[in-house]
């Protein structure tokens, strides 16, 4: 039996807890998982994607996916990941140059799989331990289960082979080690690349000591382990020098496929030259590519029926493909909802390929598309006269963005614009982007400055979305815009420039649209400033949606001059990068005279934002209870139901359903797209969304904005689309599932979507009646979840009492959104 070092894991575990209460960089999180059919608990322990890999952060362990045994006197390592490997040239100990000074072969190269992972351990009495990236055993706050679907499918694959499970956990747990494994399979879940029944399964390709270093057992051994336990095999070979593994590599790239096989790319598994195990990937960029492209582009379509996308590369054949698939989509509504669910997918661009007559690799060969994706396609990489360029800072308050952004407006009046945040006081946030692309669109205007704080990754998101969204609204098809980022406060300045930036926000006094010292308060101030640092992420290159951008400027704002710093900064860089927009650096004078200029700026509008602990301003607001989408007309609405369960009678019976529906209807019919008890207990999501709506809906908040009647609901003039799919009820109560858009709030001016909002709920639904006297509405909730559980909503009359009716093709119908006290 493998030893355990017990001092060491008690090591690791409050070096764990130690990192836990870090505000931000290298930060650690736990979540307390029950192991299935044991009473026993497990640790998950997990960082942030962009703290592995960088030299400034030293981690206690690099594993991702850590799971120890909740025992203080005997804690234990029960799962243990890969260390984060990344791709050749992602960090720089993945260049090509590192890897040949700094490891040494024999190189294992295994094919990578493309399914979702799962770690298999197992208890000293044999019971198995079963998780996915960070969970194992039961959850309530996602429809799709990997842990427990991995689970499932273990058990019957050793079922088949006539193995009592208990004699896998025994023998990892005396190995003291995690078969990690991928599980593949398109009934479950779909991904890029097909895995049909025959190709389905958990495919094993390592073996973990549950060690703090990491140290995994040779593709061989794992070989023989899949072997015996009956998992399918991950294809391997072995190259014993670096040279001939990149000739191999890059000659697969290539071609794209391996022995004709389409895959996502290969990991390497070797040795540092200090005897250290060691992992980086080498992933294919096509065909996977243009599928991923294809499957964004159709679930994009899906949720806003527009089919406008931001992609640089296949624009001609992503074009074809949605000219085939959306009057498909149109036509059937399951095939839409099944995509969304991630099912179909593959189905679907093999019915493209098919009807266009070339597989994908033969679509990337193919010299005729190619000319046609010339044709279609912009050059990006040409940047010439016509270019256009947006910059995008990413700061918080304080940090001189604003007096940047003003001085080099002042350099350049005709050809640069600026676009403030704080002075659009409208609903619809895409103004920002709206306002920057018209200017941007006219002649004369070079670059615009889109001046928002942009401190976190869904800002940023947003930004892009809209740019590609509404680019060609404004501006010709072909307009090359290079979209470069100004980023004031890096991940290493953030606790530096802390105290600095609220002593100039506290200087500045009242010399802003929201952020007013003088008249708020310097409390409130604070709590503003607090709130943007805390949620405040700093650029990660290697992810979206920063990998998007064209270039990068770090700046620093701990100069006392900082932002003039700045300023020469930016214009040395486009200078140097972009001479077409920067030709020359202007001379030290004008740019001083630009500065003095900017720091004389008055805003003109007074922005009223929320947030902060001042009573005064909270009396002046309404407090919701719940944000809903009220149906117009309630009588209307029940006919609708009555008669389509008429309708529906070859399902069965529903004289009795009828009958209570109209005896016990309630008064009035909404869905509950956001509650206050989701906004404070629920889960991120849910608390996200409740944030949202709240920012949203600010200004119809404002008590001033009323009469001083009591109200009890107010009405916006925003919409909500939805679709009724199907009728659930038991005894206690009647209740329609409905479909609703991941976004599904539209504005009542100009009709578009309102980005970041949905339904917190699970499942949205309509309560249509209560049956029993001490039945409250939100039991509707546990219905659903409870006919989803048993019956997956599979349609018919249950014996347990649970009922399910689908409500067949039903038309599209219009709520209008209502804030509720």
Avoid at 79 to 99: C, H, M
Avoid at 303 to 330: A, C, M, Q, W
Avoid at 795 to 800: E, K, L, M, R, V
Wanted: hydrophobic share 35%; charged share 25%.
């Amino acid at each position: 039996m493998a030893t355990v070092d017990l001092e060491d894991c008690k090591r690791l575990v409050q070096e764990l807890e130690a990192a836990a209460e870090l505000p931000k960089r290298g930060k650690a999180y736990r979540t307390i998982c029950q192991i299935s059919n044991s009473d026993r608990k497990v640790a998950s322990w997990k960082f942030n994607e962009w703290d592995y890999g960088k030299n400034n952060i030293k981690l206690p362990i690099n594993a991702r996916g850590l799971f120890i045994l909740e025992d203080q006197q005997a804690p234990r390592i029960i799962v243990r990941g890969y260390d984060k490997f990344f791709n050749i040239d992602e960090v720089a100990s993945t260049s090509w140059q590192w890897l040949s000074s700094n490891t040494v072969g024999p190189y294992e190269v295994t094919v990578k799989e493309n399914g979702c992972i799962i770690f298999i351990s197992g208890l000293q009495d044999g019971t198995l331990v079963i998780c996915s990236k960070h969970s194992t055993g039961n959850r309530d706050d996602t429809d799709r289960n990997h842990s427990i679907a991995g689970e499932k499918y273990l058990l019957k694959q050793l079922q088949a082979q006539k193995i009592d499970p208990k004699i896998l956990g025994q023998e990892l747990h005396g190995m003291n080690a995690t078969a990690v494994a991928e599980y593949c399979d398109d009934s479950f879940e779909e991904h890029i690349l097909e895995y049909s029944r025959d190709a389905a399964g958990l495919y094993l390709h390592g073996i973990n000591q549950n060690q703090r270093v990491f140290k995994t057992l040779p593709a061989q051994e794992v070989t023989g382990f899949a072997e015996k336990y009956g998992f399918n095999k991950v294809q391997h070979f072995t190259h014993h020098d670096i040279s001939s593994l990149r000739k191999f590599l890059e000659q697969c790239a290539t071609a794209g496929t391996f022995h004709d096989k389409e895959i996502e790319g290969f990991v390497i598994r070797c040795k540092t030259i200090s005897a250290h195990d060691f992992f980086f990937k080498f992933k294919f960029e096509e065909p996977y590519l243009m599928y991923r492209q294809w499957r964004e582009a159709t679930k994009k379509y899906i949720e806003t029926n527009s089919r406008v996308f931001g992609f640089k590369k296949h624009r001609f054949i992503t074009n074809k493909y949605l000219d085939f698939v959306i009057p498909l989509l149109d036509a059937d509504s399951s095939l839409r909802d099944d995509y969304m669910k991630d099912f179909g997918i593959i189905k679907l661009r093999k019915m493209f390929l098919l009807d266009y007559g070339l597989s994908g690799v033969e679509i990337l060969n193919s010299e005729k598309v190619k000319r046609l994706e010339a044709q279609n396609a912009i050059d990006y990489q040409v940047v010439d006269e016509k270019t256009k360029f947006l910059l995008i800072p990413v700061a918080t308050i304080g940090c001189g963005k604003t007096t940047a952004a003003l001085t080099l407006t002042n350099l350049y009046p005709e050809s640069w614009a600026h676009v403030q945040n704080d002075d659009i006081t409208g609903r619809d946030k895409s103004l920002l982007m709206k306002k920057s692309l018209e200017l941007l669109g006219q002649k004369n205007v070079k670059a615009v400055i889109v001046d928002r704080n942009n401190h976190q990754f869904r800002e940023r998101k947003q930004l892009f979305e809209w740019f590609a969204e509404l680019k060609e609204k404004y501006m010709p098809y072909d307009s090359n815009v290079k979209i470069i980022a100004l980023s004031f406060l890096p991940y290493e300045d953030i606790e530096a420039t802390t105290q600095l930036t609220i002593q100039r926000v506290l200087a500045r006094g009242d010399r802003h649209q929201s952020i007013k010292v003088v008249t708020d308060g310097e409390k409130k101030v604070l709590g503003i400033m607090k709130g943007f640092l805390n949620r405040y992420q700093p650029i990660v290159r290697d992810r979206s949606p920063d990998s998007m951008f064209d270039n990068v400027i770090t700046l620093n704002v701990r100069e006392t001059d900082s932002s003039l710093i700045n300023v020469h900064k930016i214009l040395t860089v486009l200078h140097k990068k972009y001479p077409v927009l920067v030709p020359e650096i202007p001379a030290t004078d004008a740019i001083q005279s630009a500065f003095r200029k900017s720091l004389d700026y008055k805003p003109k509008i007074t922005k009223v934002i929320g947030g902060g602990n001042r009573r005064d301003r909270d009396s002046l607001k309404f407090k919701p209870v719940y944000f809903s989408a009220q149906l117009r007309d309630s009588s209307a609405f029940l006919e609708f139901i009555c008669r389509r369960c008429f309708e529906r009678q070859d399902l069965l019976d529903t004289s009795i359903l009828r009958k209570s529906l109209k005896n016990n209807a309630q008064p009035e019919f909404h869905i509950t797209l956001s509650h206050v008890i989701g906004g404070k207990k629920g889960s991120k999501k849910q608390r996200d969304l409740w944030c949202e709506y709240n920012k949203r809906y600010s200004q119809d908040l404002l008590k001033s904005g009323l009469p001083p009647t009591k109200i009890s609901v107010i009405k916006t003039k925003d919409t909500v689309k939805f679709r009724v799919k199907k009728l659930l009820w038991d005894d206690k109560i009647v209740t329609a599932l409905v479909e609703v858009a991941e976004e599904c709030v539209s504005d009542g001016s100009s009709g578009s979507v309102v980005p970041g909002l949905g339904c917190a709920n699970e499942y949205a639904h309509i309560t249509l009646a209560v049956l029993q006297p001490d039945v409250k509405p939100v039991y509707s909730n546990t219905l659903c979840q409870t006919i989803f559980d048993k019956h997956k909503f599979e349609a018919g009359c249950f014996t347990d009492g649970l009922n399910c009716m689908d409500m067949g093709d039903t038309q599209s119908m219009e709520a209008d959104l209502w804030i509720n006290l």
